[in-house]
């Protein structure tokens, strides 16, 4: 049997992996810390958690009866993509999480007389409970496989009326494929699952040590991959029993037709997300101290610490505040009204307000800056390299992910009739843009702080900290427009790529994965700029302007 897919399929996965790579790569592009490998950490367990969504793929098997229904992957081509997706997406994440760390720097590597093994550093509870999650979804797809298929067709009408086409009928009577072929389909995907496991679980054992971590912490790095990645392939293989589980549960068409029925299977599903959102992640042995030394709690009740820092790190907490509620709204928008958004505005404006208010802020917090600390005769100080190169790579990646998003909605809004929304939506962009540049030239015009021996140095790091946080949120805001554009205009992606009126799944979860990682890169932290705060005996407290 022959597939087609089109260029977006194929290329869509790529363009995922490189945003995904650069943005852990981030994480780690100087040296791989205690606190920076933890966040590194955090942020593989949240993508590949988000990647490994089974959603779309719930209804696979069940043939609609109703044409203009949401439709369930129910074709070869259209069973593969929706199980590919979440299994191949989720296993990338974790091994792509192992290769984004960085090769020794050292002139003299250590070599480790030690053979390192699986099961050197697999949690062991974890990993019984996850043999028996696997043995349990085998169980459920065996049981499918020997369920027949039903033909769907429309109800029959009700009594006294004529039985003529569309007379008398309330509803549809969904269908299925054969059990056997959906059983083959799941199991695949679950021996799939299960051998991906092993290779990445390979792969961690066999990843180079980390130079700057000493034994300790090298090994419970480790174990704490393996435990993410378990916990996440567990989620995935429960979610395959359940598919199999609303597949059985759909009842016979005839006279005694529910329109809805009860999947038990998916009970065991949520079960088990609870479980392992419940589990207990390992933490480095010397984490608590490198939080203790770089933490902005620390630095707030610190007496030593320079109230402009204070400001700053509070400036922080403001910013995720203000972005909250429009996050929150956008939440909404997708969960109630998702069916009003096909190729509205909506969305767009409400990142685009986000991303504006945040800037705003940032720019309220250098005039407040310069108001209550700024001496106009003190020299102004601008950091070397105001951006690190692996922030300003993924802001570069993010902007050609917009543009080329931007190019192809534009191509296929052009074949449909209607009045097209790329203009406006990169107008907004536009203007975006502007409130970054504003924001860009608050930070290199504000007054400089005086230094004394106590404070040297410490209006290059605030000035920093300031382009971080605004390169991340132009970077952000444009990963999240782009995922928009393909959340919102499936109509486009499909006049230009016909083939996506038969494929499953749609630009939808692509747009899902750049939206996902645009979240997480917004609310990244500044954490390992922290230390370049200085704090001493004698640091000099300004008071502020009344």
């Not at 971590?213 to 090994?219: G, H």
């Amino acid at each position: 049997m022959s597939f087609y897919l089109p260029p977006l399929v194929l290329l869509g996965p790529v363009f995922g992996a490189v945003l995904v790579y650069l943005f852990l790569r981030v994480q780690v592009w100087s040296r791989p810390e205690a606190s920076s490998v933890a966040s590194h950490g955090l942020w593989v367990g949240i993508i590949g958690w988000m990647a490994s969504s089974l959603q779309a793929a719930m209804s696979t098997g069940v043939i609609r009866a109703n044409p203009t229904a949401t439709a369930a992957p129910a074709t070869p081509d259209q069973i593969a993509l929706a199980l590919a997706w979440p299994v191949m997406a989720a296993l990338t994440v974790h091994a792509l999480g192992q290769w984004s760390y960085p090769a020794p720097k050292a002139p003299r590597r250590y070599a480790e007389l030690t053979v390192r093994r699986i099961r050197d550093f697999l949690p062991r509870r974890l990993a019984w409970v996850s043999v028996g999650i696997f043995a349990y979804a085998a169980l459920a797809i065996g049981w499918i496989s020997p369920l027949p298929a039903y033909a769907p067709f429309p109800p029959p009408p009700a009594p006294g009326q004529d039985a003529g086409p569309n007379i008398g009928y309330s509803g549809y009577q969904d269908g299925r494929i054969a059990g056997w072929e959906l059983a083959a389909w799941l199991g695949g995907a679950l021996v799939v699952l299960a051998a991906g496991t092993w290779l990445v679980l390979l792969l961690i054992a066999r990843r180079r040590q980390l130079e700057t971590l000493d034994s300790e912490d090298n090994r419970v790095l480790r174990a704490i991959a393996a435990n993410r990645l378990l916990r996440t392939v567990s989620t995935i293989a429960a979610g395959l029993a359940a598919i199999a589980g609303n597949f059985a549960a759909l009842p016979a068409p005839g006279a005694t037709w529910q329109s809805s029925w009860l999947n038990a299977l998916g009970f065991i599903n949520i079960a088990v997300l609870l479980v392992m959102w419940w589990w207990k992640v390992p933490a480095l042995p010397s984490l608590e101290k490198m939080r203790r030394s770089v933490s902005g709690n620390s630095l707030r009740a610190d007496s030593r610490t320079h109230g402009a820092a204070k400001l700053s790190i509070s400036l922080g907490a403001a910013l995720g505040v203000v972005g909250a509620l429009p996050l929150l709204t956008l939440g909404l928008w997708f969960g109630y009204f998702s069916a009003q958004t096909q190729g509205t505005l909506g969305p767009a404006i409400v990142v685009s307000v986000t991303a504006t208010l945040i800037l705003l802020v940032i720019i309220g917090g250098e005039l407040l800056i310069a108001r209550n600390y700024g001496d106009p005769w003190a020299p102004l100080h601008w950091p070397r390299q105001a951006v690190s190169k692996g922030l300003l790579t993924f802001a570069c990646a993010s902007a050609v992910m917009f543009a080329v998003t931007m190019v192809l909605t534009g191509a296929g809004q052009a074949m449909l009739v209607g009045t097209p929304v790329w203009p406006a939506c990169l107008l907004l962009t536009v203007g975006v843009g502007l409130a970054g540049a504003a924001a860009i030239l608050a930070a290199r015009r504000r007054r400089a702080i005086p230094e004394g021996e106590a404070e040297r140095g410490l209006d290059v790091a605030l000035r920093a900290i300031t382009m971080y946080r605004i390169v991340r949120t132009l970077a952000a805001y444009l990963l999240a427009q782009a995922g928009m554009l393909l959340l919102v205009n499936v109509e486009a992606w499909g006049a230009l790529f016909p083939a996506f009126d038969r494929l499953a799944p749609s630009p939808a979860p692509i747009g899902s994965v750049l939206l996902a990682v645009a979240i997480i890169a917004a609310v990244t932290p500044v954490r390992s700029l922290f230390r370049d705060i200085p704090r001493g005996e004698g640091a000099k407290q300004t008071q502020p302007a009344p």
